[in-house]
């Protein structure tokens, strides 16, 4: 009979878990569909492109938003089970709010881990291709950064023409072993630079020791400077902000290639953020449907779940800016970045235990 009892829980959880997700899956499709045909407007491409592209982006955001999907979809199936009654059928059969709430949550914590271990390596790959075929239609629409195993590379339109800056590595504020192509409009060679290093910290670049080619009458002419200075619309903090998003990493290839990323010039800062906050997704989905059993599970009576949902989604903003907030703050080095991205799952998990004893009680 306790496996009846214990199926019945689970397969109707997964139910509706699913069911929310394909719903805000469709819901992100077609808002980010109108985003992506305006990135091809005036681009030679079919719909399907913007909407192979649409299709393939949202997994990973879903994922991103998962912890309050989980929180919504637990809510939702919590008070199903209470308006129908079959929670006072489950705790006639000695189901207590405690035992329920531990199948639940746990249940979503294992669904974390086999979210990290088996869904994001696919998703990670969707991403990567959605930001290579971006990046293949941007070549005709605007500016282009892109960092690979050949190092960094930047194209910028500049009034004369094109520039296509290509570097090692970047190193802190620097970009090593700089090599720049200052291309006329009818792409045509005007000049090569070459630089050791380069300080981007601003937009106004400063080169060190520098060697300057340039075409003049058919003849190669070289100079050498010990400084020298381009004016660019990227400077370090945009490159950086454009390298925020680690959608293209999975949670395995980031564990395991993350001395290599760090010797490639990726920000430690930024690849720490992004590994615990991999590593703390199943504690956020166990502590968000603990708070979805905290909410429901302390009565038996029949309620209006809309008037929960609307809570839901209150509940959800709350915390969706607090954890934003959260992060801001370890970014800023207010507080270490570590715990700014654990510090919402230590806070609820706070609140979270006073409540467990309270329903528990019920």
Same mark, same amino acid.
């Given at each position: ?78 008070? &199903?089970?209470?308006?129908? =009654? #079959?929670?006072?059928? %489950?705790?006639? +059969?000695?189901?207590?709010? @405690?035992? !329920? ?32 075929? &971006?990046?293949?239609?941007? =070549? #005709?629409?605007?500016? %282009?950064?892109? +960092?690979?195993?050949?190092? @960094?590379? !930047? ?208």
């Amino acid at each position: 009979m306790n496996n009846i009892f214990l199926n019945y829980l689970l397969k109707n959880f997964l139910k509706t878990f699913l069911i929310f997700v394909l719903v805000f899956y469709c819901f992100g499709v077609i808002l980010n569909l109108f985003e992506e045909i305006e990135f091809f407007k005036n681009v030679n491409v079919s719909i399907l492109t913007p909407l192979l592209l649409t299709s393939i982006f949202i997994p990973s955001m879903i994922i991103k938003i998962l912890p309050f999907i989980i929180f919504l979809s637990s809510m939702w199936f919590m008070l &199903k089970i209470r308006n129908n =009654k #079959d929670l006072l059928t %489950l705790k006639v +059969f000695g189901y207590s709010n @405690l035992k !329920i709430f531990l199948i639940l949550a746990t249940t979503s914590f294992i669904l974390g881990w086999v979210i990290l271990v088996f869904a994001n390596p696919i998703t990670s790959s969707m991403s990567k291709y959605y930001e290579k075929t &971006k990046s293949y239609y941007s =070549k #005709d629409i605007d500016h %282009l950064v892109t +960092f690979n195993k050949n190092g @960094l590379w !930047i194209k910028e339109n500049i009034e004369n023409g094109q520039r296509i800056i290509s570097a090692t590595k970047p190193e802190g504020f620097y970009l090593v072993d700089v090599t720049i192509f200052h291309l006329d409009k009818q792409s045509n060679l005007i000049n090569k630079i070459n630089s050791s290093k380069a300080n981007i910290k601003k937009n106004i670049w400063n080169l060190e020791n520098v060697t300057f080619f340039k075409y003049e009458n058919g003849v190669l002419n070289e100079k050498k400077f010990k400084n020298y200075t381009i004016t660019s619309i990227y400077n370090h903090e945009k490159i950086n902000t454009l390298f925020k998003n680690f959608d293209t990493m999975s949670f395995f290839e980031l564990v395991v290639n993350y001395k290599e990323f760090l010797q490639k010039g990726y920000n430690k800062t930024f690849l720490n953020q992004n590994l615990h906050s991999m590593l703390s997704l199943p504690f956020f989905l166990f502590m968000m449907t603990a708070l979805a059993a905290i909410l429901t599970l302390n009565t038996l009576k029949k309620s209006d779940n809309l008037k929960f949902i609307i809570i839901g989604l209150l509940i959800s903003v709350f915390i969706f800016y607090f954890k934003d907030l959260s992060i801001a703050l370890g970014q800023t080095e207010r507080i270490p970045l570590i715990l700014a991205v654990w510090a919402p799952v230590i806070t609820l998990s706070l609140f979270i235990f006073i409540g467990v004893l309270q329903i528990n009680e019920k």
